[in-house]
């Protein structure tokens, strides 16, 4: 797809229904509720991105500061839609979201990855080479002992000091 024309901009609540359908129609994702959603076009705008053209909602990335660290962002969920893939618009959204004046402060980012997922691996050690920053990663929540062997090991990773 091209990507001229796309709007990067923060979500508003009308965006809510929108966001949850994009997300429904990612099986690698976990879909949340519609409420879940609208919250998080609501009260996480500062932190959260959407990518649009022709009023099409084409990406969506949630995130928030950490509960008692707000140098690092974490980020919740990446979702692309399919036919906009690969096209450097996860990238995109990832680093406006970083360089966000809200976030002059944030050193670090977090996410949580499946062992498996390796667009997302890709997408995270592009972002880390941009930044010129490390990569490291762990389990953070496992597949036994967190998901009741109901869904795969998530690992954490964490990229920074961040270079601007
Ligand atoms: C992961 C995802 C957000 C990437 O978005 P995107 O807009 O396609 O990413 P970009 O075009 O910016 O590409 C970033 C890097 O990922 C690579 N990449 C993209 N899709 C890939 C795939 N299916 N397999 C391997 N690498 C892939 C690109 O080549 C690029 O790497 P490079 O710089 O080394 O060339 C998208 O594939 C997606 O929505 N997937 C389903 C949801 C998901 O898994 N989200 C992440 C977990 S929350």
Not at 112 to 119: G, H, L, R, V
Request: proline letters at 3%.
């Amino acid at each position: 797809m091209n990507t001229s024309g796309v709007t990067l901009r923060k979500p508003t609540a009308r965006d809510g229904q929108s966001v949850h359908q994009l997300i429904s129609r990612i099986p690698e994702l976990d879909s949340n509720s519609s409420y879940c959603n609208l919250l998080q076009c609501c009260h996480f705008v500062d932190t959260s991105i959407i990518a649009e053209k022709h009023g099409n909602i084409l990406g969506f990335i949630s995130g928030y500061l950490k509960p008692g660290n707000h140098k690092t962002l974490f980020i919740w969920q990446v979702a692309v839609s399919s036919d906009a893939r690969n096209c450097g618009l996860g990238s995109q959204m990832l680093q406006q979201l970083l360089e966000r004046d809200e976030h002059i402060s944030v050193t670090h980012l977090e996410t949580t990855i499946t062992e498996t997922n390796n667009a997302s691996w890709a997408l995270f050690n592009r972002l880390a080479k941009h930044f010129d920053a490390p990569l490291e990663h762990s389990v953070i929540f496992d597949r036994i002992t967190h998901f009741n062997d109901e869904h795969d090991s998530e690992l954490l990773a964490r990229i920074g000091p961040l270079s601007r």
